[in-house]
């Protein structure tokens, strides 16, 4: 874990309420693995809530990039970061997502939950023969993200929005269904990463349950300190509670327990 000095590169509006920063920070590039997170130390606010944690979107030649929505006093002060500021991050922080899965891997993003599967869906890529295929589900078409980045890598992306402005109408599930149903059919080994929010997460975690699939689970919780020391980013799970900044932020299905 380091705390690093970060110059920013790029901070550009993604439509939708969406964001993306690129910043240089070439020692937490070198140890981030898909799924841990950044705490970010966001200027212009007060000393008791000036870190925000955000996922990985991406990493690599030094450049450190997040991809998020302006949803609160914390991500609206980060919104004003521009291009040649200077930031503090921490991190790598948390535990992420496998390296590699064996036969398909499904990965399940909802909204800005997909923030993670970019890095995920290049790591697994890079170091299996793993075939890598995208769920995305939004309310509308503008919180289906980075759509292009990800077909840029060769994989398969099935969208889905609520108002049927793209891809499947209804939720993400919709596709994920079908295609849980086609590899089961035929016996093909898949396993399931997800990010997202709650109802999606616990959806899923029944989906990889019940087929028999390994089910990776990021779970998007309220964090404070980022380190374990404030257990506000309490998870239940099949051992007791567990905190989202240590044990998690990604979880097998099977251990997690739904309130
Ligand atoms: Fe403080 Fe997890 S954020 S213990």
């Not at 998007?220 to 380190?227: F, N, T």
């Amino acid at each position: 874990m380091t705390d690093e000095k970060c110059s920013v590169l790029e901070h550009v509006d993604v439509g939708g309420g969406y964001r993306r920063l690129k910043v240089a920070s070439p020692a937490i590039v070198k140890d981030v693995q898909a799924g841990q997170f950044v705490h970010v130390r966001v200027p212009q606010l007060d000393e008791s809530s000036l870190r925000r944690p955000f996922s990985v979107f991406d990493a690599g030649d030094g450049v450190l990039t997040l991809l998020y929505k302006e949803v609160g006093r914390g991500t609206k002060a980060l919104g004003l970061v521009k291009a040649g500021d200077e930031i503090n991050i921490l991190g790598p922080l948390g535990h992420g997502f496998p390296s590699k899965a064996s036969g398909t891997a499904l990965l399940v993003g909802g909204g800005y939950g997909v923030a993670p599967l970019y890095l995920l869906a290049k790591t697994l890529l890079k170091s299996s023969s793993a075939k890598v295929k995208l769920f995305v589900g939004g309310r509308t078409a503008a919180d289906i993200l980075a759509l292009d980045e990800f077909r840029q890598l060769g994989i398969e992306v099935f969208p889905a929005t609520n108002d049927g402005s793209l891809g499947e109408k209804g939720l993400v599930t919709v596709p994920l269904d079908k295609e849980i149903a086609a590899l089961s059919a035929s016996s093909a080994p898949f396993e399931i990463f997800a990010c997202g929010p709650d109802p999606m997460l616990k959806a899923v975690s029944e989906r990889a349950i019940s087929s028999g699939a390994k089910g990776w689970i990021s779970m998007d919780r309220h964090m404070i300190c980022g380190v374990g020391a404030c257990y506000a980013c309490i998870q239940k799970t099949v051992r007791g509670n567990s905190r989202c900044c240590i044990e998690g932020p990604v979880f097998a299905a099977e251990d997690l327990v739904w309130e």
